[in-house]
Every structure is written in structure tokens, then in C-alpha cells.
């Protein structure tokens, strides 16, 4: 079975700082997409960032980009620049490719950003 | 821009009432999920539902609870008889069907949830 494992409960970032969050997983599937999705305190899930597992180049949006190390089950997500808006809880998330696949979730990173 | 519609944003219910939760999926999506999350725990699977029936559902989805695509444009999540347990955040989240028609994105598109809290 597909696991998600995220090491760090709660992580903190001084403003204008980066921050990396870890998330490691567990799969036999060669393809699989793999999510960070932010969930502010209005509850609602953001997708930050994907990756598709086939793609070698990491995936970048603006500030956000990921380190996918396949072979190790990897997947860590690194804010740059860090902004007040970005405190939130960060879950990592695995889905097999495919039509109609369950996301499989991680326990969540709580990130808090210091002015 | 698109997005997915869930009603009620908050419900307050008494045990043993029956609670039906209301999505609308963005209009071109073909599968649907229910999520849950306790407060402070993970996201939790609930069932995915594709052509009029469900593809897949967890343990938690037992038989008090049952999901409809009435209209073609809502998908409703039917808790029958509410336990305490039940309180919790649900999310609804669509996707569609890939180009490749077996193949997708990948992405979920969620709603902002329905909280659901069984006194």
C-alpha cells in the first residue's frame, strides 16, 4: 500500500527567508503524480505545486519548487522568499496515474512565517 | 475560473440526524471524491464516484453513509444517522478526464469544505 510520510509537524521561517518541508513516500508504481497543497485557516486546499512522476526537471511555480528525488521516495518542497501569506498547513499527497485514483495524504507540515 | 461550490460552509447537527452535504463540481469534470478531516489529523478518503456510481470507497464509508449525482450537476454526501465521530471537515473534489483518455493531470480541484459538527 501507498504511504505518505511527513517527518516535521510544525515548521517556522523568518519573512523573506526560505524554507524547505520534507515529505517522503512509499509506492511500487513507476507512475504517480506527487502534490503539495497549502491549507490556510479559511480551510479550503490550494494545490501549490506538481510533479509527475516521468518528468526528471523539478517543478517550479514562482517561489514554490520541489526537489523530486525518485529513488529515494522524495519529495520536498522549498519556499523561497518566504511571505506572512504563506503560514499555513502543507500536506504532501500521492496519487497513482490514472483516471479516478485517490489522493493518498501525508499528515501535514504546520508552517509558521515571523515578521 | 472554475471552481467547485460545497453547501452548507458550516452545520451544526444533534446525533442521530441524518445530514446531507451538497457539492457542485466544476462542469466538465467527470470524478467526483468526498475527503475528510478530523480536526488536526490527515485527510481521509471517504469515496470517488464516476458514470452514476461509485468507483471506490473506503472503510470509513460504511453503510451510514451513500453519495448521488441527483441532477447531473450536484453531488450530495448522505450521512443517515450522525455520530460524534462524524464531526469533521468534508471536502469534495473533482477531476477530469485526461487527453489521452486514460491518463489525467493529476490535479484535484477542492472545495472549501463543509464543517460538520454532530452535538
Known amino acids: 500500500a501507498q504511504t505518505v510520510t511527513q517527518s516535521q509537524p510544525e515548521m517556522s521561517v523568518q519573512e523573506a527567508e526560505t524554507v524547505t518541508l520534507s515529505c517522503t513516500y512509499d509506492?511500487?508504481?513507476?507512475?504517480?503524480?506527487l502534490f503539495w497543497y497549502k491549507q490556510p485557516p479559511s480551510r479550503q486546499m490550494i494545490l501549490v505545486i506538481r510533479q509527475e512522476a516521468y518528468k526528471q526537471q523539478n517543478a517550479t511555480e514562482n517561489r514554490f519548487s520541489v526537489n523530486f528525488q525518485k529513488a529515494a521516495k522524495s519529495f520536498s518542497l522549498k519556499i523561497s522568499d518566504s511571505q506572512l501569506g504563506d503560514a499555513a498547513m502543507y500536506f504532501c499527497?500521492?496519487?497513482?496515474?490514472?483516471?479516478?485514483?485517490?489522493?493518498?495524504w501525508g499528515l501535514g507540515t504546520s508552517l509558521a512565517v515571523n515578521p | 475560473e472554475p471552481e467547485v461550490t460545497q453547501t452548507p460552509s458550516h452545520q451544526v447537527t444533534q446525533m442521530g440526524q441524518e445530514v446531507i452535504l451538497r457539492c457542485v463540481p466544476i462542469s466538465n469534470h467527470l470524478y467526483f471524491y468526498w475527503y475528510r478531516q478530523i480536526l488536526g489529523q490527515k485527510v481521509e478518503f471517504l469515496v470517488s464516484f464516476y458514470n452514476n456510481e461509485i468507483s471506490e470507497k473506503s472503510e470509513i464509508f460504511d453503510d451510514q453513509f451513500s453519495v448521488e449525482r441527483p441532477d447531473g450537476s450536484n453531488f450530495t454526501l448522505k450521512i443517515r444517522s450522525t455520530k460524534l465521530e462524524d464531526s469533521a471537515m468534508y471536502f469534495c473534489?473533482?477531476?477530469?478526464?485526461?487527453?489521452?483518455?486514460?491518463?489525467?493531470?493529476?490535479?484535484?480541484?477542492f472545495g472549501e469544505g463543509s464543517r460538520l459538527t454532530v452535538l
Open positions: 509506492t511500487s508504481e513507476s507512475d504517480y503524480y
Open positions: 473534489a473533482s477531476t477530469k478526464r485526461g487527453l489521452a483518455g486514460n491518463m489525467n493531470t493529476g490535479e484535484l480541484f
Open positions: 499527497a500521492y496519487r497513482r496515474a490514472g483516471n479516478n485514483r485517490k489522493l493518498i
